[in-house]
């Protein structure tokens, strides 16, 4: 597979992430959501108007915007 956005990765399909293409305060908050390097993420829930997604991750969901989905590259 190749390297695809985040936001563009099918519901209830895994991804491995490869790359966070930002900086500074918003890197960091991924970071602290567990979104590092390899890590396992799956897209389970998209809110009724589409924006945020719930992505599973290390035994937790957490819900991104597309904004900041469109900044995590996966594989």
């Not at 390097?37 to 290390?58: C, E, M, Q």
């Amino acid at each position: 597979m190749e390297k695809i956005l985040l936001s563009s990765l099918p519901m209830n399909t895994s991804g491995k992430v490869i790359n966070l293409n930002c900086n500074g305060n918003i890197k960091r908050r991924l970071l602290d959501l567990g979104i590092v390097k390899g890590t396992k993420i799956t897209p389970i829930l998209k809110s009724p108007s589409g924006d945020p997604t719930a992505f599973f991750i290390r035994g937790s969901t957490i819900a991104l915007r597309r904004e900041d989905a469109d900044l995590i590259e996966v594989k």
